[in-house]
Each structure stands twice: as C-alpha cells, then as structure tokens.
C-alpha cells in the first residue's frame, strides 16, 4: 500500500529488464557454438576423434542444462516479479533437491563413462611394440626431443654434465655407450601413421605439451616420466605449446611437430645423427 492509501501494483519494470537480457544472454551464446565461430583444427589421430565426440556429447549436455536453467530463471523472475504485495516464504523441496542432485550425478558419471577409452587410450595403454620412442625434455623455455638411435635404447643422463651452451642440454653421459647414437633435436619429428610413444620430463618446473590437432596436452613434471601415445595420420607441421605458466618466457615456449614420409623420418634420423 502507498501512503496515500492507493493499492500499489509494484514496478514490472526491472523484471521484464532482466528477463529479456537472459533471452538475450542465451541466445547469443546458443549463436557463437551452433554457428560454429570458433571451430577447433581438424583433428590428425583417431584418438582426437574420440576426443572431439567426447567434447561434443559433453557440450549437447551442458549446452541443454545451461539453455534450460537460463530460461527457467527469467521465466521465475518475470512471473514472480514485484507485485505490490509481500513476499511469501518457501522452505523448498526435499525431493526436488534429492531429484537434481541424482541426475546431475548420473550425467556426470554416464559422460565419465563414454569418455574413459579417449582418455585411457592416451595415457594408460602400453605403447604398439613398433612404437617410436621419443623423449621429451621441458626446461624454460625449450622443447628437447632425444630419439634413442639404433640400438633402441637411451643413453644415461647425468644432471651435473647439463650444458646447454656447450651443446648438451639434457646432460647426456657419453662414456655411456648406449646413449653414443642417440639424437638431439629442437623439434619433434615422426613418420605418418605410426605409433609413437612419447616420454615426458621437466628440468625445473611444470611444463605442458599441447598439440591442438592431435587434441593432446600434459604436463611434464619435474621428478616424473610420464608416457603418452599418438599415431599422426597426416602430414603437416603442427605446433607444440606449453600451457602452463612457466615463467617469464612461457609465452614463447613452443616446437613443431613435424609429421613425415618414413622416406623423410629416415632422412631426418641420418641428418641428425651424422651432426651428432
Ligand atoms: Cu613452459
């Protein structure tokens, strides 16, 4: 009631405000994905196949979630607005709660589910025994890639023999035998098609690799090896990015990728290991 005695209808102004914006808010955000404005690389392993249905079911179902709960709010804020009359108290639904609550835990658990061979093909599958093994060393704010040469096995690194000026970034031991044809190289290059099996390591602080195409990123922690698989099935020249802050210069951490003939990969092996 006013002070003149005069009923008061309330103000539908702010109400009808809000509601339009979150229209609006939905709209254009249904827009930017389904006009596709962003659209990601196209993908060069199978695995990133798997990775981008897995991305798709993920954002269908957080798309829907996010459009309905949107528009339930500003449908709730037009017809509840401010009508002249007091607010009325409501202590909820227990079984409303307990509804929500079980679905939102069996979506996640169903798209957990869905997901677990894209990721578990990356990371826990043992390499294809015809793996190319390639170690990769993080240090701010360089890529090193060491191929294990002829003999299929990696040489001994020693810490304290870490020169990079002198020409030996990863301290490589050379009165280990093992590690005399191994190859050093700035960039990360590999034959089509075939499995690779990569190693990952930090010198001195959490360091990621990321190739977009390949739909891979994990970090290289210092004090762990740990091991990721892809088979490119395309040619190209792809970049690696680190995308963990890793200090003043990690906006210029990046390599390539290089995916190549085997006629090619043999080339770059003999290159390599004649400048070695
Ligand atoms: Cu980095």
Known sequence: MTQTGKSDGGSAGPAVLLTVLLVILVAATVYVFAARLYPAPSPISSAAVLIDRQYNRTLYVAGAV???????????????RDRGRP?????????????????????????????RKAWAEVRYAPPAPDAIQVEVTT?????????????GKFGRLDPSLINAPAGNPLGLDLNDRTGNDD??????????????????RSQDV?????????????????????????????????????????????????????????VEYE??????????
């Not at 740990?226 to 995308?243: D, H, K, L, M």
Request: charged content about 15%; proline content about 4%; hydrophobic content about 50%.
């Open 139 to 151: 240090t701010q704010f360089v890529y090193t890639f060491r191929y294990p040469g002829a003999d």
């Open 66 to 80: 996010f459009v309905l709960a949107q528009l339930g709010l500003a449908f709730a804020i037009f017809r509840f």
């Open 183 to 200: 190859i050093v190289a700035p960039d990360l290059t590999v034959p089509v098609s075939r499995p690779v099996a990569l190693l990952l």
């Open 87 to 115: 607010a009325r108290f409501t202590r909820g639904s227990v079984a409303a709660e307990i509804t929500w609550t079980s679905l939102t835990f069996l979506t996640f658990l169903c798209l957990g589910i869905l997901g």
């Open 206 to 262: 959490v360091h990621n690799f990321f190739v977009r195409e390949l739909r891979l990123q994990q970090d290289s922690v210092p004090g762990m090896m740990i091991p990721v698989n892809f088979t490119a099935n395309r040619t190209g020249r792809y970049e690696i990015v680190c995308t963990q802050l890793c200090g003043l210069g990690h906006s210029k951490m990046h390599s390539f990728l290089n995916v190549v003939s085997e």
């Open 267 to 276: 080339a770059f092996l003999k290159k390599w290991s004649a400048s070695q």
